[in-house]
């Protein structure tokens, strides 16, 4: 089926003429080096390179309409190394983001691997549904998904989204279980104005896979495919403070009911205090629970996240976030400098995490940052 999207994509190509004078073409890319060392014993370090080189080209199509594509490629490399002997090592390339997008001024239609984001949380995010995107990580790098996207916008702001995906092999977001191979997923979201911010509404629709590759088993699996229903609640307001909320309720028919119903919630605030260059304080409050019903839960979560950044100059800038986990009474700290120099950005990170870590579980960092360590990171976006 991804075959099905480089022909349609390569079909909104044709539509371009050639001839007319404001296409533009740009390459681009960014250049990071990574180097982890553990406080641990015995001692382990993680180095690492990528390169994502970045392709854009548009061009109009009318007075109103426009035609726009980019692709982009992840290429990785990385080796692990544990004392005295142990060397452990990865090499990978794959595609980043390949879409077309189709757009006039208030409407998009956007085909192709892409990155589906939304919501109003920041650090604990309950409508994490189609990325990875860790608060931790300075590059915010996430998987895409293939899907189709549109988007319209109202002229008081009020814009809706309406999405399908393509499943894939591996889980998204907060998922435990991945999707029927051979059915697409739906969804969709309307956003309005509310006083001084915007609230907004989302729902998505799959079904469960019977071969789950993550290696979770359960026999009603073997009988039907599993339908999942989620919803989702967000708002975000300027009084001063920023304050949000955002909730998610995820139900999955499953016949035992033991993991029926998932509903997640976040409450937060942010502040900039007129303190010397502006220190920006922010909170997240975020809750979880897992159930037979919605009225009760077998299983549960509570965290609690403080960040303060401030910067220090034009070039300088000091970051740290702490998380509480009030379950199992853990501790996560995080410590970032940060120095900008045109093109380039270097980075110096230091944390002090459980071994275990409960946080972030589908990101692939979550190995990485647990237990006490220094992380240094070179950028270079050309």
């Known amino acids: 089926m991804k075959g099905k999207t480089f022909f349609i994509l390569l079909f909104l190509f044709s539509l371009v003429k050639p001839d007319l004078p404001a296409q533009s ?10 180097h982890l060392s553990k406080i641990a014993k015995p001692w382990q370090s993680v180095t690492a390179i990528r390169y994502i080189p970045e392709i854009k080209w548009n061009a109009p199509l009318s007075k109103t309409w426009k035609f726009d594509m980019e692709a982009s490629a992840n290429a990785f490399s990385q080796l692990g190394f544990t ?7 990865e090499v990978a390339l794959k595609p980043y983001r390949i879409w077309g997008r189709l757009a006039s001024e208030r409407f998009e239609l956007r085909l192709g691997l892409q990155k589906i984001s939304f919501g109003s949380a920041t650090m604990l995010r309950p409508l ?3 990325d990875h995107i860790d608060p931790r990580d300075p590059l915010q790098l996430t998987d895409g998904v293939y899907a189709a996207l549109g988007r319209y916008f109202f002229q008081n ?16 977001g907060w998922e435990m279980l991945t999707t029927d191979r051979k059915r697409p997923e739906f969804g969709g979201r309307f956003q309005v104005p509310a006083g001084k911010g915007e609230l907004a509404v989302s729902g998505h629709f799959r079904y469960v896979g019977s071969d789950q590759s993550n290696g979770f088993y359960h026999p009603d699996f073997q009988a039907q495919r599993v339908p999942e229903y989620r919803i989702g609640l967000d708002g975000k307001w300027d009084i001063g403070p920023g304050i949000w909320f955002e909730g998610s309720y995820t139900y999955i028919n499953l016949p035992s009911q033991l993991m029926n119903h998932t509903r997640m919630l976040t409450v937060g605030a942010d502040y900039t205090f007129g303190l010397g260059n502006g220190l920006t304080l922010m909170s997240e409050q975020f809750f979880y629970l897992l159930g037979p019903s919605f009225l009760e839960y077998i299983s549960g979560a509570s965290f609690s996240s403080v960040s303060l950044s401030y910067p220090l100059s034009l070039t300088h800038s000091l970051s740290g976030m702490v998380f509480y986990n ?10 970032n400098w940060r120095m900008n120099l045109n093109k380039i950005s270097l980075y110096l990170i230091a944390f002090w995490n459980p ?3 409960d946080l972030y579980m589908n990101t692939g960092n979550s190995n990485l940052m647990g237990g006490k360590g220094i992380q240094l990171l070179f950028v270079w976006n050309h």
């Open 25 to 34: 073409f740009s390459f681009a890319g960014q250049v990071s080096a990574m």
């Open 83 to 89: 004392m005295p002997d142990s060397l452990s090592g």
């Open 128 to 130: 994490m549904w189609f």
């Open 157 to 172: 702001n009020a814009n809706i989204w309406l999405w399908g995906i393509l499943p894939s092999k591996t889980v998204k």
């Open 326 to 335: 009030w379950t199992g009474k853990s501790w996560y700290r995080f410590i």
């Open 355 to 357: 071994d275990s870590f």
